[in-house]
């Protein structure tokens, strides 16, 4: 009969931490490869005039939406890299895509990764998010010092033990 006081059965854990509670890399070894699929998403806010600049292409240090989309499938590639527990995995495919968005003064990113693998993408996609933001910033911070990275979250994964896993739409 399983102990009551044993909530490890009913209630998530974290996983990168041994039964010491150190920090750990979690050993998916025994998992089969199965097709994998995140899509995060985050925003860039900025003045009106820094919109438009990157629209028309004006910035001296190049065309921003290329160099961002660039930095985002690199940064994604590099994952495991800058995550210390993070597995690193082959990816299949990484799209980042960035909308410019006039209403809310702003670019919206949002970053597919795919894979074939024994553990998710997630953290591939997030990464992917993640530089291509940082990369719209630097490119831009000498004409607006007030941009700011925005709600960078996991809006979808499929695949894998847990099934897919829907936030947004």
């Known amino acids: 009969m399983p102990d009551p006081q044993d909530k490890s059965a009913t209630e998530p854990s974290l996983s990168h931490l041994d039964e010491e509670g150190k920090a ?4 998916v070894g025994w998992k089969p490869e199965t097709r994998r699929e995140a899509i995060a998403r985050g925003f860039v806010s900025m003045q009106h005039r820094t919109l438009q600049l990157i629209v028309d292409g004006s910035f001296e240090k190049g065309d921003v939406l290329a160099t961002a989309r660039l930095a985002g499938i690199m940064g994604a ?6 995550i210390p527990l993070c597995h690193p995995i082959p990816i299949d495919q990484v799209a980042v895509d960035l909308d410019v968005d006039h209403e ?6 949002t970053a597919t990764a795919r894979t074939s693998a024994k553990t998710g993408v997630e953290m591939e996609a997030m990464t992917a998010v993640s530089v291509a933001a940082l990369t719209i910033y630097d490119m831009c911070k000498a004409v607006d010092r007030g941009i700011r990275l925005e709600g960078i979250r996991l809006v979808k994964k499929t695949g894998g033990k847990s099934g897919d896993i829907i936030l947004e739409e």
């Open 104 to 109: 809310a003064v702003g670019i919206r990113v």
């Open 77 to 82: 590639k590099a994952t495991s890299q800058l």
């Open 24 to 27: 750990s890399m979690v050993d």
